[in-house]
């Protein structure tokens, strides 16, 4: 009970206190960037944003330098495998691809989207259940020094774990904006998005480049440090869970060696 107790009281010490002297931070994410030239309106926010870029499309190549342009942070929104093949895009990542193809499918995507950081599904309600396919891309992504965002497209997935397990920066995405996109829903979702984040201290959000959306966000992102609420880069937001990851197991090696 008292070894319990000191784990508990470390751990109280060393996570940050948000709504104090720390603001709670938000990502954001707006998907399936590169379908088509409509899509360029999303350029108008803040570049804290950070782009998810399909790969293999006309604008990919284009978006992503363009986002280099503003320094905004991209990541690959690799297409994989979902279940009952709905919307399937070409070169998606499937189940019965072997590891060498795959290896060859995310190499080719990752040359269309220079400058990604990181790589998030898109689709993959199938693939991200399967331990084996995701432990190759696991080793793909450490290998190539870039994150991994869970899109979270079933909640049976295993891919954050399998990130973590191989030693890859990794997050999910708490919420989806627009999944209707109606704009009700997506100011719902957004007040569910900023109540996350006051509660927890940090939240990723996912949404879409639509026009009613991408007016939303333009409207009501500069309201968020008024709430107490930062919105970070992705990279930094990785940077800051992994910081934190380290300070608790830090707290525990202490307390196993106090014991």
């Known amino acids: 009970m008292r070894v319990f107790l000191l784990i508990i009281l470390t751990l109280s010490y060393c996570l940050p206190v948000y709504g104090q002297d720390n ?4 990502a954001l994410i707006i998907d399936d960037m590169g379908n088509k030239n409509q899509d360029a309106l999303a350029f108008e926010l803040p570049t804290q944003v950070t782009f998810a870029i399909l790969p293999n499309k006309t604008l990919s190549h284009v978006f992503s330098e363009r986002a280099k342009s503003q320094s905004r942070e991209v990541i ?3 297409p994989m495998e979902s279940i009952g093949g709905i919307k399937e895009e070409k070169n998606s990542l499937s189940a019965n691809m072997s590891s060498v193809k795959m290896r060859q499918l995310l190499q080719s995507a990752l040359a269309t989207v220079p400058y990604a950081s990181g790589l998030n599904n898109h689709m993959g309600s199938k693939l991200t259940q399967l331990d084996q396919p995701m432990s190759v891309m696991m080793e793909f992504l450490l290998q190539h020094d870039l994150y991994f965002v869970d899109s979270r497209t079933t909640n049976l997935s295993q891919a954050e774990r399998i990130a973590r397990q191989a030693g890859v920066m990794t997050v999910k995405r708490n919420v989806f904006l627009d999944h209707d996109a109606d704009l009700t829903h997506i100011e719902w979702q957004f007040k569910r ?11 990723v959000a996912i949404a879409h480049p639509y026009p009613q ?3 939303f966000l333009q409207q009501n992102l500069a309201l968020l440090e008024a709430q107490g609420i930062s919105l970070v880069t992705l990279g930094d937001f990785m940077r800051d869970d992994k910081q934190l990851a380290e300070k608790v197991e830090h707290s525990f ?3 196993t060696i106090a014991k």
């Not at 603001?23 to 938000?26: C, P, W």
């Not at 998005?193 to 939240?203: F, V």
């Open 23 to 26: 603001l709670a931070e938000i």
């Open 76 to 78: 690959l929104h690799m």
């Open 193 to 203: 998005l900023i109540r996350l984040a006051k509660k927890y201290g940090r939240a």
């Open 213 to 215: 959306t991408l007016e």
């Open 253 to 255: 090696a202490s307390t």
